[in-house]
């Protein structure tokens, strides 16, 4: 047997070593004092650091990462106010399910506890938020500390993780004979079951007469998306997505009824409040898709496909719990209905479901729901020339790009309308809502992706909260495109408060915003505006689509503002504390 070669090695340089066994190759940070000695170990170690320009930035570049390719993200950050800046990307990561791993910077060991300079706990400041985290108190744990800390952050249910490590443990040295790996004790819970459960299942989707299946980022998280795009095909039944499940299901299947819950289409909705059987594969239920949680699916019995056993059960007992992978649970179940042939009384009587629920065709949906096609030209409504831009950009782009939203109206108008086939080509921020997602979300996408085609949509206010990181789109020469609706306002909190608080706009004017174009020019970005009367013609008028082709073919970063106006409105819509079945429409 062969002994390992030693070397001895700083702790920064063990930290980065470790990385590379993880198959990391790419991090996103911002330096400082406490993180110093890791800094000092980057040159020749094959790991590439991206500077942001703030460390909420890194951390949401990670996340994007993280989200477009299924890695696990890694943002670095110094000691204080640095750990603190990573704190609501963390918070975003564990709502969203996001593998992120945050290496922190700390004071010296001996100064824990004394109110040193710029030191936190940050151990204890994120304890609620993360997996899994650990202050690292020596330098003989660093290889088995970042070993077990991304075990967590992929296994399971995806999540953040926050490793802390002193200044002083980063410059000690000690023999390093390589990475350690890190084996988890398997609990008898933790054991899957076999496909006993499919009988039941079997027996309440042949009593149900109007079955839906409901789709969540589960499918997408397990890589289960080709195994429950099968299944659904045969099941064949009124389908639909959570804003993170969008592009699990092929937007063209006639069965697939769109988005559901808060702004979902009027199809999605009423099918989910008059069904009889729900299949849910991979979705937290959260009050965005639930509505009032004492009316969601009334009439319901409910089938729960969910790997983390604390989701079940949150807004209403489920009828059976398929705990699990879905990329087990899924073809499992898949087969035994295949064995026993898949029931197909939901299937004659569509019909009479489809009718009650305000839908005569299932694949005439789109014309009553949310159309697939460019905006109507003889519709009305204060936002129809903005969802007419959007369908403009969105019938212009290539087929395999990635949106980013961000968060606010347009977050719901672009999920509304985007229909991409990708499992991973719509990613916003939904469980935290953190506006300034978007556009250092984006820079890790591109990074990620290279070659595909980025759209980064984002609203006036919450461009502004990472203005910054257009220093680092144009640093890196990112090809990404950044999209502003502006409406002088923060639209979606302006929209409550028109409609449930008698139009009182209480700090929520902004309407002595900056010049987005001008913002851009000075980090030397190319960026042009369109406003209101350019969507007024039908068909577009020649210089408005020159504007917007150019816009998308340019190979260089590029910003494109649009005007809104004011008091447009994302519709429809589910007032808080209201059913699914309760929704507000325009007119």
Not at 310 to 335: K, M, N, W, Y
Request: proline residues 6%.
């Amino acid at each position: 047997m062969t002994e390992s070669k030693q070397e001895t090695l700083k702790g920064g340089e063990i930290v980065l070593r470790c990385l590379r066994a993880e198959e990391i190759e790419l991090v996103f940070g911002y330096p400082g004092g406490a993180i110093m000695p890791l800094y000092d170990a980057l040159e020749g170690s094959g790991v590439r650091h991206v500077l942001t320009r703030h460390e909420q930035g890194a951390a949401f570049a990670a996340s994007g990462y993280a989200r477009v390719t299924g890695k696990v993200g890694v943002a670095i950050a110094t000691s204080g106010p640095g750990a603190t800046n990573l704190v609501t990307g963390i918070a975003d990561a564990k709502m969203d399910s996001v593998p992120l791993v945050c290496i922190t910077g700390q004071v010296r060991t001996p100064m824990l506890g004394t109110d040193a300079f710029q030191e936190t706990d940050v151990f204890g400041m994120t304890l609620s938020l993360t997996k899994w985290s650990r202050l690292v108190r020596t330098v003989d744990e660093i290889p088995e500390v970042i070993a077990e800390g991304f075990h967590w952050a992929r296994s399971g249910r995806p999540g953040p993780v926050v490793i802390d490590i002193p200044t002083d443990i980063l410059k000690a040295k000690k023999e390093f004979s390589g990475p350690a790996k890190f084996t988890p004790h398997v609990r008898p819970a933790d054991a899957h079951a076999d496909g006993a459960f499919s009988d039941t299942i079997v027996a309440m989707l042949e009593r149900a007469e109007r079955p839906v299946a409901l789709v969540g980022a589960g499918a997408k998280l397990s890589g289960a998306v080709e195994e429950l795009r099968a299944l659904l095909d045969d099941l064949n039944i009124p389908t639909f997505c959570t804003v993170h499940g969008l592009g699990a299901v092929r937007p063209e299947h006639p069965y697939y009824l769109g988005m559901v819950g808060m702004h979902g289409t009027r199809a999605a909705n009423t099918a989910l409040h008059e069904t009889d059987l729900l299949l849910v594969f991979g979705a937290r239920l959260d009050d965005r898709v639930t509505g009032d949680p004492t009316r969601f699916a009334p009439h319901a019995r409910i089938v729960h496909f969910e790997i983390d056993p604390g989701q079940l059960d949150r807004v209403r007992t489920c009828d059976v719990a398929v705990i699990g992978d879905l990329a087990e649970t899924v073809p499992s179940f898949h087969a035994e209905l295949r064995k026993i042939k898949i029931p197909t009384k939901s299937h004659n009587a569509r019909q009479g479901w489809g009718n009650r629920a305000h839908l005569p065709d299932w694949g005439a949906w789109r014309d009553i729901a949310c159309r697939a096609d460019r905006a109507d030209p003889d519709a009305r409504g204060l936002a129809q020339p903005t969802i007419r831009f959007l369908d403009e950009i969105f019938l212009r782009l290539p087929k395999d790009s990635v949106v980013i939203a961000d968060v606010g109206q347009h977050q719901m108008w672009a999920a509304q309308r985007y229909r991409s086939a990708s499992p991973r080509g719509f990613i916003t921020s939904g469980g935290l809502g953190a506006m300034g997602f978007a556009l250092p979300a984006a820079v890790g996408v591109q990074l990620a992706k290279p070659n595909t085609c980025v759209l980064c949509i984002s609203g006036d206010g919450g461009f502004q909260m990472n203005i910054q990181e257009l220093a680092t789109v144009h640093r890196l020469g990112l090809p990404i495109k950044m999209v502003i609706i502006d409406n002088k306002y923060l639209g979606m909190v302006r929209q409550w408060q028109q409609l449930f608080y008698e139009r009182n706009y209480a700090e929520t004017d902004l309407s002595d915003n900056p010049d987005f174009v001008e913002i851009a020019k000075a980090y030397r970005i190319h960026g042009s505006q369109l406003n209101e009367n350019a969507m007024a013609e039908f068909p577009l008028p020649a210089d408005t689509a020159d504007v917007i082709e150019k816009f998308l073919r340019s190979p260089e970063p590029e910003l494109l503002v649009f005007e809104c106006h004011p008091e447009a409105n994302v519709y429809p819509m589910v007032p808080a504390g209201a059913a699914l079945s309760e929704m507000v429409y325009e007119d």
